[in-house]
């Protein structure tokens, strides 16, 4: 999880989902509740710097009312398994 500053109404925590894209090896985050809020880099610690800086300016352009709608639950992952 991460957790942003934000001048007028304090902290947000989101959670990022995060994939390793197999073909180029990089790892691949994105916020699901915040619009715009995705990117990649080469380390995960890298990754959630990335996280952190994106989200931030995502939020940025959010106004006071959008800001009020941000409302994510995050409820688990699931596999599923299939048999072709």
């Not at 691949?28 to 809020?37: C, E, F, K, Q, V």
């Not at 890298?46 to 639950?73: F, G, R």
């Amino acid at each position: 999880m991460f957790i942003f500053d934000v001048r007028m109404k304090g902290k947000f925590t989101f959670t990022a989902h995060i994939e390793k894209d197999p073909d180029t090896g990089l790892y691949i985050g994105y916020i699901p509740s915040l619009p715009g809020a995705h990117t990649q880099a080469e380390s995960l610690d890298e990754l959630n710097k990335n996280l952190e800086e994106v989200a931030s300016l995502c939020m940025e352009e959010l106004t006071e009312q959008d800001l009020a709608k941000i409302n994510e639950e995050f409820i688990g992952t699931q596999q599923v398994v299939i048999t072709l």
